[in-house]
């Protein structure tokens, strides 16, 4: 909910008078109803984050290495990367299961899996099993995360919308901080229950989901996309507007939706992947996604994110319980830093938050590559705790835009007919990035140490150009106008025209249904 900005603040003049000023997330109960289904979509990305967290902790017990024969180099980064792998195995699928039987279906069957893979995680004998088991989480995540912040942007609240896509990603962090605190406590467990319980836990989030996704609203966009415009209208009234559905917003929400879907369906034969890439509007769209994909792996967080421990050991911290306690306030720091961000996305820009993001991570990440330069030279102890401040300021840098808005900025410039199959695009990305992180970050590390760092320090130069220049701003608009945005003014007059047309049809259907009573 970020901020629970007043009602007619951030939003446009298109829909803004439309808003009822008095219906807010505080007071009404049915959008209280709906933001706490949303609340079961967003921890989604908790699971991820938890994956992440985990890894990073289990590789500082002992208990963990000895189990497994203290795994290094190839044999870690599969350990790490295997969650990857899977998830590249599920894309092929993720799209036509989201778009064909529904969002809510699609994170069914994920969180099922993931519930199934969890168990097979904890119950491990060996690392083949340990992997196969990764292997799985990976498969069922892509199913429910590549549905999951599809439906929020799709259901939320129009003031809302933003704010609720942006802490999706955001909340990456809470996972990430009950796998550090969790590792950190089990580290004392004088059993193999120290790293099987964090394991187990990992799929809390996913039983949550199995047992109340069907409660949760389908999306309206979706219902619409098969021709359940009842069902759909019925859906906007009921969140939207306390069950009228000839509130003046539902109806512009309603009619602009269709309006969209029905446009696309003008090229629907036409639509597959090859449409990612067919028309000028669309390539903007791809290029900015797939950039975004790889900047939000390759900044110099998969460092920490994943290989925490051997950075410590770079600047001569060896003690494992100093590492978890570290590794477990960073991630607070990291929510509170993407919360506070999440609340800002509309009034400040989507824009501003980027370049502001990477300019910060240049200057902190190029300071902790030199306090590290320092401490390899000279031991001095200062310049180790100077790395360790550096790393929650470039973090703090990098929560500003990249932890909120990675997702939430994809989901809304794609149009309903790629929105499953881009955003799958991205995830794909995604993929690639870590699988190349995990695998090399390790060995790099190993090889090079501090030296690595400046690789970073030079990419991260080359993301503030690139965004400079193709970053477009989406404040403060529609789900569908955010989309058109991207293929020109005459698209979004064509789609405003198209809304306009659809309404006038409707009020005369119901002129003359109204006639026929009498």
């Not at 009234?237 to 917003?249: K, R, S, V």
Request: proline share 3%; net charge neutral; with cysteine.
């Amino acid at each position: 909910m970020g901020a629970g900005a007043v009602a007619n603040s951030g939003t446009t003049a298109a829909y803004s008078h439309l808003v009822d000023p008095n219906r807010t997330w505080r007071n009404n109960k049915r959008l209280i109803y709906l933001n706490l289904w949303i609340l079961l979509l967003l921890i989604t990305s908790s699971t991820n984050g938890y994956d992440g967290s985990m890894m990073n902790g289990l590789q500082s017990l002992t208990q963990w290495a000895e189990y497994f024969g203290h795994p290094s180099g190839g044999k870690l980064g599969l350990l790490n990367a295997i969650q990857n792998i899977g998830s590249l195995a599920a894309y092929p699928f993720s799209p036509y299961l989201a778009d064909g039987l529904g969002r809510r279906s699609a994170i069914f069957v994920g969180a099922f899996i993931m519930c199934a893979a969890t168990v097979l995680q904890t119950a491990s004998q060996s690392v083949g099993m340990f992997i196969g088991a990764r292997f799985l989480i990976g498969f069922g995540l892509t199913f429910a995360a590549g549905a999951a912040p599809m439906l929020v942007t799709e259901v939320s609240y129009p003031v809302y919308r933003g704010q609720l896509t942006s802490t999706y990603n955001s909340l990456w962090y809470s996972g990430a901080i009950v796998a550090a605190w969790t590792c950190f406590g089990s580290f004392k467990i004088n059993s193999t229950w120290a790293w099987r319980l964090p394991s187990a836990l990992q799929g809390l989030p996913s039983i949550l989901q199995v047992a109340l996704i069907w409660f949760v609203p389908e999306s309206p966009r979706w219902l619409i996309k098969k021709g359940r415009n009842e069902q759909a209208l019925k859906t906007l009234a009921y969140y939207h507007a306390d069950g009228n559905e000839d509130d003046a917003l539902v109806q512009y929400e309603f009619q602009e939706i269709k309006a969209a879907i029905e446009l696309d369906r003008e090229v629907e034969s036409t639509i597959g992947w090859k449409t990612l890439f067919a028309t000028p509007g669309n390539r903007r769209r791809m290029r900015i996604i797939i950039a975004l994909a790889f900047f939000s792996q390759w900044s110099g967080n998969g460092l920490v994110s994943y290989y925490l421990n051997k950075v410590f050991i770079t600047i001569g911290i060896t003690n494992p319980t100093i590492q978890l306690l570290i590794n477990g306030i960073l991630q607070i720091w990291n929510l509170a830093w993407a919360l506070l961000a999440s609340a800002f996305v509309d009034k400040v820009g989507r824009r501003l938050l980027f370049l502001t993001s990477t300019a910060g991570m240049i200057i902190f990440f190029a300071m902790q590559t030199a306090c590290s330069a320092v401490y390899a030279n000279t031991k001095n102890e200062s310049a180790a705790h100077a790395v360790i401040a550096f790393i929650f300021l470039y973090y703090a840098a990098y929560d500003i835009a990249f932890s909120p808005l990675i997702v939430s900025y994809t989901v809304e410039i794609l149009p309903y007919n790629i929105r499953a199959k881009g955003f799958t695009v991205f995830n794909f990305a995604i993929s690639l990035s870590l699988i190349f992180n995990q695998y090399v970050n390790p060995v790099a590390l190993d090889k090079l140490q501090w030296k690595y760092y400046l690789f970073y320090v030079a990419w991260l130069c080359f993301e503030f150009v690139f965004l400079w220049f193709f970053l477009i701003e989406t404040k403060n608009r529609t789900l569908e106008e955010t989309a058109a945005l991207f293929d020109g003014e005459e698209a979004a007059e064509k789609l405003a025209q198209a809304a306009h047309q659809n309404q006038y049809k409707d009020e005369k259907s119901s002129i003359q249904e109204d006639e026929l009573k009498a």
